[in-house]
């Protein structure tokens, strides 16, 4: 009778950066481990993302973890059951958040499979005391170098196949990303300037194509407010789509947020901007043709600078 296959579980819970930046180490893990039946991957996510990391091809098993608060009790110990009757072998803690490594600790009393992570009394931990000052690539990297995976690489998104063609858009366009997480602001470079931005790039011909989901729409009327001709695709994408959006763009523009990861990993000529509030030596999305502008605030940022790094790229 042929052995039954390792059961590994990967924990990768978000933000959506965060994911991309994993799309190397869940490369790096398939192939270590190899397909069935040699071994079942299974990845620990939280909703947002399973459509994505489905596509993929990484994983044979998508888990949703709904995150209990610290009073859902009966959450804790349903996920504790959960993850207990796993049969997982080892686990590839990804997230090494304060919580997925609380999610080591549900495993007590034992048997306690091999961790991949930061959890104390964990099998297999990340050594490197330096491992916080790295960006999340080189970060993970030195992660799963300690768990016998020597080789991890770039982030790719070649086994995404998505149709944009019933977005109806005309080449050239330009992707503009003016929105961000709401409670931090100052990683908004103001929309009156993407508003200036898109008018020049419509002024040469190329169509601006604002992204972002249902919840900036605010940020993106007042682009579009301030610049008719743009296309505005607020709460309109999916993941996959602007992969499939990226690829046929001119190039793009955006502030320090997930889908400027996507875009990145597609190869568009971007620059992503980032305020004192983030850094980008920790965090900035990796791609063939990445720009980084950077300001303490980014009300100092002039059009005018990001359209010169524009030329360049585009």
């Known amino acids: 009778m042929a052995p039954a296959a390792r059961r590994i579980l990967v924990i990768k819970l ?34 947002p993302f399973a459509d994505f990391a489905a596509a993929s091809g990484y994983f044979d098993d998508l888990w949703i973890d709904e995150r209990p608060a610290a009073f859902q009790v009966g959450r804790w110990l349903a996920l504790r059951r959960r993850l207990r009757g796993g049969g997982f072998e080892r686990v590839y803690d990804l997230q090494t958040s304060d919580r997925s490594a609380w999610y080591f600790r549900l495993f007590w009393p034992g048997p306690y ?8 009394g964990c099998s297999h931990p990340d050594p490197d005391p330096a491992r916080d000052s790295l960006h999340t690539i080189e970060r993970q990297a030195g992660q799963l170098r300690a768990a016998g995976i020597a080789e991890v690489p770039p ?7 998505p149709d944009v063609s019933g ?44 992204l972002g989901t249902a919840a900036e729409a605010e940020v993106l009327e007042a682009v579009l407010g301030g610049c008719p001709a743009a296309r505005n695709l ?13 690829r046929g763009a001119a190039c793009a523009v955006g ?8 875009i990145a990993v597609a190869g568009c000529p971007c620059a992503v901007l980032y305020s004192r509030d983030s850094d980008p030596a920790l965090c900035a999305p990796r ?28």
Request: aromatic share 4%.
């Open 234 to 246: 607020a709460g309109e994408t999916g993941l996959l789509d602007i992969v499939g959006l990226a």
């Open 113 to 120: 499979p091999e961790w991949s992570g930061i959890a104390r």
């Open 155 to 161: 982030p790719d998104l070649s086994w995404a196949a």
């Open 255 to 262: 502030n320090d947020t997930g889908p400027m990861h996507l």
């Open 167 to 210: 977005f109806g858009l005309a080449r050239p366009y330009a992707l503009l990303v003016p929105g961000g997480a709401r409670h931090r602001p100052a990683k908004r470079w103001p929309a009156e300037r993407y508003a200036t931005l898109a008018g020049r790039l419509a002024g040469a011909g190329i169509t601006p194509v604002l």
């Open 14 to 47: 978000g933000a959506l950066g965060d994911v991309v930046q994993a799309l190397g180490p869940f490369a790096a893990i398939r192939r270590h481990h190899g397909t069935p039946p040699l071994a079942h991957v299974t990845l620990l996510t939280t909703a």
């Open 287 to 314: 791609g063939a043709a990445v720009t980084v502008l950077r300001r303490d605030s980014l009300a100092d940022l002039t059009v005018d600078e990001v359209a010169a790094r524009l030329n360049l790229a585009c």
